[in-house]
Nanobody
Framework: QVQLVESGGGLVQAGDSLRLSCAASGRTFSSYTMGWFRQPPGKEREFVAGINRSSGSTYYVAFVKGRFSISKDNAKNTVYLQMNSLKPEDTAVYYC???????????????????WGQGTQVTVSS
């Protein structure tokens, strides 16, 4: 069992930066490919970024590439999402996710996720 706890969300202005953190319980953190999803108001949850458990390679969806950066610290059992140049359309609840399945892909599908965090709200005002 893995528990994921996000933090770092908040209300910011367009152009600002935020860093989200996801702290994972358990000793097997390095066994999971980690990722971030988000759910904008009134919309479905969507994948944002992932980091592979083995290679450390990363994947970003087009609408955040160049602005967001995912990283992890295995010693701290924590994955981060650095978000720069935030836009109002980045407003959403952001969820941390963990996938146990072994794959070379750093892109996570929602139905592959084994554990979810509770979510943290990010609001970007214009």
């Amino acid at each position: 069992q893995v528990q994921l706890v996000e933090s770092g969300g908040g209300l910011v202005q367009a152009g600002d930066s935020l860093r989200l953190s996801c702290a994972a319980s358990g000793r097997t953190f390095s066994s999971y490919t980690m990722g971030w999803f988000r759910q904008p108001p009134g919309k479905e949850r969507e994948f944002v970024a992932g980091i592979n458990r083995s290679s450390g390679s990363t994947y970003y969806v087009a609408f955040v590439k160049g602005r967001f950066s995912i990283s992890k610290d295995n010693a701290k059992n924590t994955v981060y999402l650095q978000m720069n140049s935030l836009k109002p359309e980045d407003t959403a609840v952001y969820y941390c996710a963990a996938r146990r399945k072994i794959s070379g892909s750093s892109r996570l599908a929602a139905d592959e996720v084994d554990y979810w965090g509770q979510g943290t709200q990010v609001t970007v005002s214009s």
